[in-house]
């Protein structure tokens, strides 16, 4: 294993630090880490990537302090949500988001729908009970994580971002409890925010017959360390031809409906 000599004490500039990792990006790129998981190799990913355009959109940077305590995804997957739902202006249908926790994510789609004022529906599906659907496919997750989030966390959040009238939210496990209603539905953007195999499939499995030529389903967590599952089901769709399925290295898959 190659070793890395640092001569790092607690006066380190955060510039010099940067320039550090910068430098020894190509050795930390080749530091395998295990995934739990046989065909889901991991390793530390250390990018050239710089351009940062979350930096300056004063639009996002505006709702993302508004969402913040809501959310548990990053500022580069929010943003990302952001610009995507400014470009499905064209697509026609409505939105859902599955796995809304305390509305974070899903509110702040919906405010971005609202501000290019485009009438939709943005659907917010939660248990409130936590994760469901974990099995071998898994690692981290057993079941029953992140139960800490209500109803009223996620109507009170769309008041206060003035989206209360374009959200539904859809209580009980998706699509399982739920999925009825929308049974007719046509959808331009799915977000998808599970933790798991199973989940992330059975969304993406009802939700692909319902979702516009142009529209796009992202899976959050791809990548990451905890979510190996959700990794093992997005290499999957690569196989899929009417579909268009990227990979990005902020945790985020992207499959685009192409036919
Ligand atoms: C990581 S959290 C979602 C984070 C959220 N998007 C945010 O902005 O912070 C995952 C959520 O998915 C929910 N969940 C997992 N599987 C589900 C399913 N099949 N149906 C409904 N909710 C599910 C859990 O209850 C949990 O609140």
């Known amino acids: 294993m190659d070793k890395v000599s640092l001569n790092i004490n607690m006066e380190l500039p955060i510039v010099e630090l940067a320039n550090l990792y910068r430098n020894n990006r190509s050795k930390l790129a080749r530091v395998g880490l295990d995934s739990g ?42 943003h ?67 139960a800490d989030s209500t109803v009223e966390d996620v109507e009170n959040l769309a008041e206060s971002l003035d989206v209360r009238s374009s959200i539904k939210i859809l209580k009980g496990v998706f699509p399982d409890d739920t999925a009825r209603e929308l049974e007719n539905h046509k959808f331009r953007l799915c977000h998808v925010d599970v933790d798991t195999y199973q989940g992330s499939k059975e969304i993406t499995e009802w939700v692909w017959p319902r979702l516009n030529i142009g529209g796009a389903i992202i899976y959050d967590d791809c990548g990451s360390r905890n979510c190996p599952g959700v990794s093992r089901f997005v290499q999957e769709q690569i196989d899929h031809t009417d579909r268009f399925t990227i990979y990005n290295l902020n945790g985020h898959a992207i499959t685009m409906k192409t036919g």
């Open 37 to 78: 998981l046989e065909d889901v190799p991991h390793r530390v990913i250390a990018t050239n990537a710089v351009f940062a355009p979350w930096a300056c959109d004063t639009g996002f940077r505006d709702l993302f302090e508004k969402v913040r305590s809501n959310t548990l995804v990053d500022q580069y997957c929010l």
């Open 80 to 146: 990302e949500l952001w610009s995507l739902a400014g470009q499905l202006a064209n697509v026609p249908g409505d939105v859902i988001e599955v796995g809304t926790w305390k509305g974070g994510s899903g509110c702040l789609i919906a405010s971005r729908f609202r501000r290019e004022g485009i009438n939709l529906t943005t659907y917010l599906c939660d248990t409130f009970n936590g994760v469901v659907k974990a099995g071998e496919k898994d690692t981290f997750y057993k079941n029953g994580e992140h």
